[in-house]
């Protein structure tokens, strides 16, 4: 199993990068992904989720507005599109997949998640 992020490195502020999460190893149209980030000193967090069987999509309410998550189940994969950086957005942003039908609307509950990738960093120059 291996959850693989790209599209990090350094930004300037105002910024809109594209992150993939490119997937392998197991059953990918049978699991929600979802991206988290962890910034300096501080814990993980959820962005958003996207689910398996129908696509719908979850924001956590911080994070509304300027990310936008999409998959592509033909190839695997899972982006998270990131509009008008800013430096705060510094952090090492992640992906997971969660084989769990019933999220209770707790989409960003960690252990719901059983893959995770190695991370990619994110730095935001001002």
């Known amino acids: 199993v291996q959850l693989a992020e790209s599209g990090g490195g350094l930004v300037q502020a105002g910024g809109s990068p594209r992150l993939s999460c490119a997937a392998s190893?197991?059953?990918?149209?049978?699991?929600?992904i979802a991206w988290f980030r962890q910034a300096p000193g501080k814990e993980r967090e959820g962005i958003s989720c996207?689910?398996?069987?129908?696509?719908?999509?979850y924001y956590a309410p911080s994070m509304k507005g300027r990310f936008t998550i999409s998959r592509d189940n033909a190839k695997n994969m899972v982006f998270l599109q990131v509009n008008s950086l800013e430096p705060e957005d510094t952090a090492v942003y992640y992906c997971?997949?969660?084989?769990?039908?019933?999220?209770?609307?707790?989409?960003?509950?960690?252990?719901?998640?059983?893959?995770w990738g190695q991370g990619t960093q994110v730095t935001v120059s001002s």
């Open positions: 997971a997949a969660s084989g769990t039908t019933s999220f209770h609307t707790d989409y960003f509950r960690q252990n719901y998640y059983n893959y």
């Open positions: 190893g197991f059953i990918f149209d049978d699991y929600a």
């Open positions: 996207i689910r398996s069987t129908d696509g719908e999509t």
